[in-house]
């Protein structure tokens, strides 16, 4: 019971540190997306460390002197938590390719993107000033500095995902 209470607050300190991470002013659902999708990764390999009585990650429950079935249900634990977090962040999943064009333009594949947005793409990664921009500015602050007519659907697209990010956000 000691090591159940021990893992809880263990536990409970990492998703206090997400949650913190979530709260943040002026972020973007594509950067709050990053930080879940770390999360996840972090939950699968505490999952695989603790099954292998690693108890890295858990400083609190390291103190401990945790069996194998205990290390066997903690493991679980994660791995539904890891479950949950997929679940519950589905539509952040459906979008992500979108998050990633609107993040990284300069390296996106310009064949996987949406039919409209390929040419404006091409001129984009062609275009060494505006790589510098991007590498330079704030992203919105970018899209808002790009020629209205060369990048039309490019700015839209990116207008458009200012719009549910800021919707997800609230």
Same mark, same amino acid.
């Given at each position: 019971? #000691?090591?159940?209470?021990?893992?809880? *607050?263990?536990?409970?300190? +990492?998703?206090?540190? $997400? &949650?913190? +991470?979530?709260?943040?002013?002026?972020?973007?659902?594509?950067?709050? =997306?990053?930080?879940?999708? #770390?999360?996840?990764?972090? $939950?699968?390999?505490?999952? /695989?460390?603790? /099954? !292998?009585?690693?108890? *890295? @990650?858990?400083?609190?429950?390291?103190?401990?002197?945790?069996? @194998?079935?205990?290390?066997?249900? =903690?493991?679980?634990?994660?791995?539904?938590?890891?479950?949950?977090? %997929?679940?519950?962040?589905?539509?952040?999943?459906?979008? @992500?390719?979108?998050?990633?064009?609107?993040?990284?333009?300069? %390296?996106?594949?310009?064949?996987?993107?949406?039919?409209?947005?390929?040419?404006?793409? %091409?001129?984009?990664?062609?275009? &060494?000033?505006?790589?510098?921009?991007?590498? &330079? /500015?704030?992203?919105? !602050?970018? =899209?808002?500095?790009?020629?209205?007519? +060369?990048? /039309?659907?490019? +700015? &839209?697209? #990116?207008?458009?995902?200012?719009? %549910?990010?800021?919707? $997800?956000?609230?």
């Amino acid at each position: 019971m #000691a090591c159940d209470f021990v893992f809880a *607050v263990d536990i409970l300190q +990492k998703l206090s540190e $997400l &949650n913190t +991470k979530l709260q943040r002013k002026s972020v973007f659902a594509h950067e709050l =997306y990053v930080e879940v999708k #770390a999360f996840q990764l972090k $939950l699968k390999l505490s999952a /695989k460390q603790l /099954k !292998e009585q690693n108890f *890295v @990650q858990f400083p609190l429950l390291k103190t401990r002197a945790v069996t @194998q079935a205990l290390s066997d249900k =903690y493991s679980s634990h994660l791995m539904a938590l890891k479950e949950e977090f %997929i679940r519950r962040f589905a539509d952040f999943k459906a979008i @992500q390719g979108q998050f990633d064009l609107l993040s990284s333009p300069f %390296i996106c594949d310009v064949e996987t993107a949406a039919e409209e947005l390929q040419v404006d793409l %091409i001129d984009l990664q062609a275009d &060494n000033s505006s790589k510098s921009l991007f590498e &330079n /500015k704030p992203l919105v !602050e970018f =899209y808002a500095s790009l020629h209205p007519k +060369k990048f /039309k659907n490019l +700015k &839209n697209f #990116a207008r458009k995902m200012f719009v %549910i990010c800021f919707d $997800l956000h609230m």
